[in-house]
């Protein structure tokens, strides 16, 4: 079965510290994507990449950067993190062609 | 205009009952479309995907897509208790490449 693993499932952090969320997939899929889910708000984008070494924005990337040095992982930094950051966050991955997106179980972030 | 709308909901059902989710979307080129299911608390997973005219049927799910029209519906038979959850329609835009927009999702009641 497909995995999309994230490293945290709640994470409590204080304000200015820096962050780091991680998501590895054992699929070999070259897409991997970065949401945040908030209420009324739903999925929106952060950034995503479609290879190793590869990264595009997404519609909010304010305040994050991404790092992917291996095809299997897909980190989501927090340079600064703000309250405003609170949120779910959640990984996703799919291979070209592919059907839809396969979800992490995403990472619940506190910054307090 | 948002990209994708649905409307959030609750909708409430009795069990056994069939259960019509929608959602417009606002790109006409727009080519492939998904529902993932969203239970409270847990990451997003995918039941349907539709890419052409017409309905697709999987067990209790029926996809429908009408690309004039610019809506896709998603329609649950014998509806269940575990089918409570939230119901996010997802596309994918011209030119967006693999990236999906997701709608806000509705929230789905099915009460005994």
């Known amino acids: 079965d497909v995995k999309v693993t994230q490293s945290s499932r709640y994470l409590v952090k204080r304000t200015g510290e820096k962050v780091f969320l991680e998501c590895v997939q054992d699929m070999d899929h070259e897409n991997m994507f970065w949401y945040r889910q908030d209420p009324g708000l739903g999925l929106r984008l952060i950034y995503f990449s479609y290879d190793v070494k590869m990264k595009e924005k997404g519609d909010i990337p304010e305040g994050y950067s991404v790092s992917r040095e291996k095809k299997e992982r897909f980190s989501l930094i927090l340079e600064s993190a703000s309250t405003n950051q609170t949120s779910m966050y959640l990984c996703?991955?799919?291979?070209?062609?592919?059907?839809?997106?396969?979800f992490g179980s995403g990472t619940r972030l506190t910054v307090v | 205009q948002k990209e994708v709308e649905q409307n959030s909901g609750p909708l409430s059902v009795p069990e056994g009952a069939i259960a019509s989710l929608n959602c417009t979307y606002s790109?006409?080129?727009?080519?492939?479309f998904f529902w993932y299911r969203q239970y409270s608390g847990k990451s997003p997973e995918l039941i349907m995907f539709?890419?052409?005219?017409g309905d697709k049927e999987d067990g209790r799910f029926t996809a429908q897509l009408n690309k004039a029209s610019q809506y896709v519906s998603l329609l649950i038979r014998d509806s269940q208790p575990s089918d409570s959850a939230t119901y996010l329609c997802?596309?994918?835009?011209?030119?967006?490449?693999?990236?999906?927009?997701f709608g806000t999702g509705t929230q789905l009641k099915v009460e005994l």
């Open positions: 997802a596309v994918t835009l011209t030119g967006g490449g693999n990236k999906l927009t």
């Open positions: 996703a991955s799919r291979n070209l062609g592919g059907f839809g997106y396969t």
């Open positions: 539709i890419y052409s005219n």
């Open positions: 790109d006409r080129g727009s080519q492939s």
